[in-house]
């Protein structure tokens, strides 16, 4: 019997090479574990028929003495990223009987590690929500509160993780979905600087926007994951070379800005806001330096965010047409086929923001809602430059409150709402990471986990990695 | 303040069937969500600031892929096909149940 609960990926790693149990062992404690959480929790959409095959893979590479730091680590990959012979849907009906074509860079990254690919985690359809509800396969339950969201978009990869379902997983980041499902399951979720790690093979939702990123239980693992899937590709031409931004170093006694106007604003849980305060406190003891900062345009983020990622979804979805891949819907001629496809396939808040985009890149309306955002997001850009000249990281909430009841925030307005902290990363490009904070209590009388986000400047995960550790003492 | 005609008009543009009950919830949802993100509205600024901080990479137009390495993979995908072609309905005028 393996300690799942207690296993980490750099523990796992050790175990695996002094021969403490095999790939096979490990995968098969996954699959039991899965087999028993998953119809109640809903993670996973699909367990893969050949997980034991891949870890018989990993178990030869072991034995051979070839194993590296991933191989035989059993991981949940989102079902927007593409593995090739195996169905990928972004939780879409859309995408019925897809079946990728080809593998995305980071899966074959991780292939080439020999990393046991458990299934595909659910999801927010094409990553459009933040509590995994807009999935058209059910929703994904909090595995400490099941009447409670596991967060979202990437809700499963979340929660796979927070089940012992894997050992850890891959999820795509536009405005908060790998870290804000970490602050409501407890796990660390890191939101790489944007071309940090290659897209390609990831369904795209907000070009401009999206990045991969890990899901662990520790600091130490999110940087074994983040090291195996980054660096620059080909096949994507916003990842960059390591030289383009300046390094930075993470050994020097580290400055953390807290931009404490932001904590004023109406919205916060009292609960969330006195835990953020004492993660403060506790950096404070740790040794590192904190900073009053002033980060003047932050608070248009979510407007911003709100119209230019609709913008971008708008086009990112046009691809659907019921004529390349997945769902037809039969119409009277070929417009009746899009009509018909398109209104069915896609789910109610695709939809939305899909006519959101298309009203805010209308003639008309362009200047006064696109550019505008495009202006502020050079504004806020700005303010970050001058805020990472002072100070080495910025500290925030993941988000204004605990994960909240199923079907609680209907109004969509609501549940955008809750992406006011973690939405600025994405808009500047910057890393941000998840850093679970411990619990605050619920109406209900249950104690949920809490976020800390730190963010640094562009390529500079290593900061991020270095207070984290510090954090939780790694 | 949007109307159920441009939802209706949005809709249409971008080719999606959207029912007459729905666009009456999407009519109050997308209208509080434009009164919100409109905030930006009296942003002033320059956009042509924007230019040095973003560039395209460009690379040469060379093949990635051996020729009809992955066709099958993704034709197998089409809704409808034959041979190596996608099918769809008559684009232009006619009958349009004639299938081309």
């Not at chain 1, 995968?27 to 574990?33: P, S, T, V, W």
Request: hydrophobic fraction near 40%.
């Amino acid at each position: 019997m393996i300690d799942l609960k207690k296993l980490t990926i750099k523990s796992a790693h050790e175990h695996l090479v002094k021969g403490d149990f095999s790939a096979r062992e490990l995968a098969q404690e996954y699959l039991k574990n899965i087999a028993e959480k998953n119809p109640q929790i809903n993670a996973y959409l699909e367990i893969y028929d050949d997980v034991l095959a891949q870890a018989d893979e990993a178990d030869k590479k072991i034995a051979s003495g070839q194993a590296t730091e991933l191989t035989g680590i059993p991981l949940a990959i989102k079902d927007n990223i593409l593995i090739a012979g195996k169905k990928a849907s972004s939780a879409s009906k859309i995408l019925a009987g897809f079946v990728a074509p080809y593998d995305a860079t980071v899966v074959s990254k991780l292939k080439k590690q020999n990393a046991v690919f458990l299934g595909r985690a659910n999801m927010d359809e094409f990553a459009m929500g933040g509590s995994t509800e807009n999935s058209a396969f059910g929703v994904t339950r909090n595995p400490l509160d099941p009447t409670r969201v596991a967060g979202g978009s990437s809700g499963g990869s979340v929660a796979a993780v927070a089940m012992d379902g894997a050992l850890c997983a891959l999820g795509s980041d536009t405005g908060g979905s790998v870290r804000e499902p970490s602050a409501f399951c407890g796990t660390v979720g890191l939101k790489p600087t944007y071309g940090g790690v290659s897209r390609h093979g990831l369904m795209a939702m907000g070009s401009s926007l999206d990045v991969i990123g890990p899901v662990t239980k520790t600091v130490t693992d999110a940087e074994i994951l983040f090291n195996a899937i980054h660096g620059e590709d080909k096949m994507d031409a916003t990842t960059f070379p390591e030289n383009i931004y300046p390094k930075k170093d993470a050994n020097k006694k580290l400055k953390i800005g807290v931009p404490y106007e932001i904590l004023k604003q109406d919205g916060i849980d009292p609960a969330t806001k006195k835990n953020f305060e004492d993660s403060i406190k506790k950096l404070e003891s740790l040794g590192f330096e904190i900073v009053d900062i002033k980060l003047p345009n932050i608070g248009y983020s979510l407007a911003v965010y709100y119209i230019l990622m609709p913008a971008e979804v708008s086009s990112n979805m046009a691809r659907f047409d019921g004529v390349k891949y997945g769902l037809h819907v039969d119409g009277k001629d070929l417009l009746g086929d899009y009509l018909k496809t398109r209104g069915t396939g896609f789910g109610l808040e695709v939809r939305r923001r899909i006519l959101i985009g298309t009203y805010v890149l209308s003639t008309g309306y362009y200047d006064a809602y696109y550019t505008k955002s495009l202006i502020l997001r050079q504004k806020i850009s700005d303010d970050f430059k001058t805020a990472f000249a002072e100070v080495d990281a910025i500290a925030t909430p993941v988000v204004t409150g605990p994960a909240w009841k199923i079907g609680e925030k209907s109004d969509p307005l609501s549940a955008y709402l809750a992406d006011v902290f973690t939405v600025t990363a994405n808009i500047v490009g910057v890393p941000a990471i998840s850093l679970p904070s411990g619990t605050v209590a619920t109406a209900d009388g249950n104690l949920m986990p809490v976020g800390l986000q730190l963010m640094a400047p562009h390529n500079a995960e290593n900061i991020l990695f270095a207070i984290g550790k510090k954090f939780f003492g790694e | 303040m949007i109307t159920t005609e441009d939802i209706k008009h949005l809709a249409e543009l971008s080719r999606m069937e959207i029912s007459d009950a729905e666009v009456q919830k999407l009519t109050g949802e997308i209208d509080s969500i434009l009164g919100y993100v409109g905030q930006i509205m009296n942003t002033t600024g320059d956009m042509s600031r924007e230019v040095p901080v973003l560039h395209n990479v460009m690379r040469e137009d060379e093949p990635t892929n051996t020729t009809g390495e992955f066709t099958e993979a993704i034709l197998a995908n089409a809704p409808s096909r034959e041979k190596n072609y996608l099918k769809v309905k008559k684009i232009l005028g006619g009958n349009s149940d004639d299938i081309i």
